[in-house]
């Protein structure tokens, strides 16, 4: 709770970096925050091109919205593994990048990688205002949905955030972290069902059977991705235009408290050397 109180103190200060976060980003460029929509625009067309007429990845219909469209269908998954990755990436180079600061003044350390979740929130929010009114226009009844979307996102952004943390403190103490992690990211969204359906493992796992003789498959370690049951979330809710699983609600609940909880530990636990090991 006290922890919890230093947070909220130093507010004013979180919304100052997260504001000059924001405009910072695309500072000088013509498009400005148009940047933020066209990037994962760009990444649309191409796995929507190479993914969806050239390989002929079919993801079923949306179920009851009757959605048939691979770009909307892939949208949905990539703009909250953007936040995810972009929530990360920034979070973590958060106290290197302010290591001036943090130095010379005291202040909640844990609002650095806060305000990069901020940040990667505000453009979360531009980029679903954008896909929601597309999602309308071809016939996805989405309105309905928003404040159960609303909550799915806070679970992401809590277990987004406390992978950050504990990357942020991991980086201070080994600068090589932030490029392997921008690695493993890379590995991390291929083995998510962004970019294909859920089916596509199911159908290789079963074609494989059971791992070396056992009855683990291939599917029973796939779903150890926590970023599978988020997507399957966001898709149910935006494309199918129905409740997702509990079940996996469940699991991304699950994932997000732990990790947050261990990343705000990690990080508390190491926020006092931080200007020394910096």
Request: aromatic share 14%.
């Amino acid at each position: 709770m006290k922890y919890a109180k230093e947070v909220f103190q130093s507010r004013e200060l979180l919304a100052y970096l997260t504001l000059k976060e924001i405009k910072g980003r695309y500072k000088r460029t013509f498009l400005g925050q148009l940047w933020s929509l066209l990037n994962p625009l760009a990444a649309m067309l191409i796995y929507t091109f190479v993914f969806g007429f050239i390989l002929k990845l079919t993801p079923k219909p949306g179920d009851p919205s009757g959605l048939d469209i691979f770009a909307l269908w892939l949208l949905c998954g990539l703009i909250p593994w953007v936040f995810l990755a972009t929530t990360i990436s920034q979070g973590m180079q958060s106290l290197v990048l302010n290591a001036n600061l943090i130095q010379k003044v005291y202040f909640s350390r844990i609002v650095l990688p806060l305000s990069a979740a901020g940040a990667a929130g505000f453009t979360w929010l531009f980029e679903m205002f954008v896909l929601i009114i597309a999602l309308s226009i071809f016939g996805a009844f989405v309105l309905p949905w928003i404040p159960y979307l609303v909550f799915v996102m806070l679970l992401l952004a809590l277990f987004a955030i406390g992978l950050s943390l504990m990357l942020a403190v991991a980086n201070v103490v080994f600068r090589d972290t932030e490029h392997f992690v921008g690695i493993l990211l890379q590995i991390w969204m291929y083995l998510t069902p962004i970019i294909y359906p859920n089916e596509v493992v199911e159908a290789a796992s079963n074609g494989l059977g059971g791992i070396l003789g056992t009855n683990l498959t291939v599917l029973g370690f796939y779903q150890w991705n926590p970023m599978v049951h988020f997507v399957n979330v966001f898709r149910a809710l935006m494309y199918d235009n129905r409740w997702p699983d509990p079940n996996e609600l469940l699991i991304c609940a699950i994932w997000a408290l732990a990790i947050f909880i261990v990343g705000v530990l990690v990080f508390r636990r190491n926020e006092s050397k931080l200007a020394e090991m910096l």
